[in-house]
């Protein structure tokens, strides 16, 4: 089975050129902080601040983006926002200078675009932060842009393509460039409803994946969390079926407006797959406790070998 660092560069129409154009990554000296995954103990200990580590990042995008289709936008603000966050005294907030991309469905007062992958949304921009965004930059985030996802979160048609939005074009998946970057979709019918259809199917939705789901769960069993595989193996990409669906546990707290967290499991067919903890409200504490604790004693995750494309599963 052949394998390269980059063997192809992704068209925008979502097509593999030939095998050329850039080099295969190969981290750096002053991007080890980035590589290793350990900024935080390279910023307490002096040798990485805001803006270095803000740069790492940005330059990592540049260098391996065009391949993957990953990041829809960079914000043209993060490296300023990054000094300002450096020039800070006086206690640090908790997640002070660590850039964080969020989904390209999250509403940012700033200069980026927030389009759900989507060319009718193109050039609007929120006069308000999303909560979530909010919250990020009270800690101290850097908000270091948006990323591509499924074109209206998958809303498109009942054969959506995962990681394909017209605005972002197709995200591949690292591991292998032929497969879809998840496989965790989940094919819901497409109904037509009003207002009041939609209160009261919100409202069912909540009681049946809440009080009578997940809460009923983790109370009759004195549960912290429930843990499950977040999906099968990635699918090969394929823009005019769609996805072949391989299972997925995200609808229970999508339905429920509950956290959940996946990490690395491990492999299969040498395709990625995950672990999903799921909680009731307000458990991303415990959450968050458990899916570190659990990536502590597995180590699974390795990086991706950005592998070409073949013939079979």
Not at 71 to 91: F, K, M, Q, S, T
Not at 146 to 161: C, D, F, P, Y
Not at 264 to 290: D, K
């Amino acid at each position: 089975m052949p394998r390269c660092g980059v063997c192809a560069r992704p068209e925008p129409g979502g097509s593999l050129s030939a095998p050329r154009g850039p080099r295969p990554y190969r981290a750096r000296h002053e991007d080890s902080p980035v590589i290793h995954h350990t900024p935080q103990r390279a910023r307490a200990d002096g040798r990485l601040d805001a803006e270095r580590l803000t740069r790492s990042y940005l330059d990592r995008i540049e260098r391996v983006d065009p391949l993957l289709h990953a990041v829809i936008e960079v914000n043209p603000d993060a490296l300023r926002e990054a000094r300002r966050l450096g020039a800070r005294r006086g206690p640090r907030r908790p997640l002070h200078g660590m850039p964080v991309l969020l989904k390209d469905l999250v509403e940012t007062a700033d200069r980026m675009h927030t389009t759900a992958g989507s060319l009718a949304l193109e050039g609007l921009r929120p006069a308000a932060d999303a909560t979530v965004a909010a919250r990020l930059r009270e800690a101290g985030a850097v908000i270091l842009g948006k990323t591509n996802l499924s074109e209206w979160a998958g809303g498109m048609s009942l054969t959506h393509q995962a990681g394909w939005s017209a605005r972002g074009g197709q995200t591949r998946n690292p591991y292998k460039l032929d497969r879809s970057p998840n496989d965790g979709l989940e094919i819901v019918e497409k109904l037509d409803f009003g207002e009041r259809e939609y209160r009261e199917a919100l409202a069912t939705n909540h009681r049946l994946s809440r009080a009578e789901g997940i809460d009923a769960v983790l109370r009759e069993h004195h549960l912290d969390a429930l843990v499950m595989p977040t999906s099968g193996p990635p699918a090969k990409i394929d823009l005019i079926r769609g996805d072949a669906h391989g299972g997925g546990s995200s609808t229970p707290a999508a339905l429920a407006g509950y956290p959940a967290v996946s990490v690395p499991a491990g492999f299969a067919f040498g395709l990625p797959v995950g672990l999903t903890f799921m909680g009731t409200a307000w458990s991303e504490p415990t959450l968050l406790r458990l899916a570190y604790a659990y990536e502590q004693a597995t180590r699974t995750r390795r990086s991706p070998p950005y592998r070409c494309p073949d013939v079979g599963f």
